[in-house]
């Protein structure tokens, strides 16, 4: 479930980390009821890095495959065999 909090409610830091980690969402943080900032534990903030970085590598192979840019199966083994055993 989606966290919103004022800004006020950082003062007390060590519950806001708690409640980082407890929580599988960001929390976003409103300054004067106007969205500010968005915070989480180091673990969601890696995962979500991670993620980004598969769709940036899926996108680039879909690149690749409206270009032409592709290897038959065999090739690519020949290719994979090829660099293993040199």
Known sequence: MQQ???IQELKNTSDMSARCHS???P???TN????DMVI???KQYQDSLAKMDVYAQLD??????????VLS???SLAKLRKKRCV
């Not at 004067?32 to 969205?35: D, Q, T, Y």
């Not at 680039?60 to 270009?67: G, M, N, P």
């Open 73 to 75: 199966a065999s090739e």
């Open 60 to 69: 680039e192979a879909e690149s690749q495959i409206s270009c032409g840019k």
């Open 27 to 29: 929390i976003f943080i």
């Open 40 to 42: 989480m534990s180091m």
């Open 32 to 35: 004067n009821g106007i969205s």
């Open 4 to 6: 919103i909090i004022s």
């Open 23 to 25: 929580s599988d969402n």
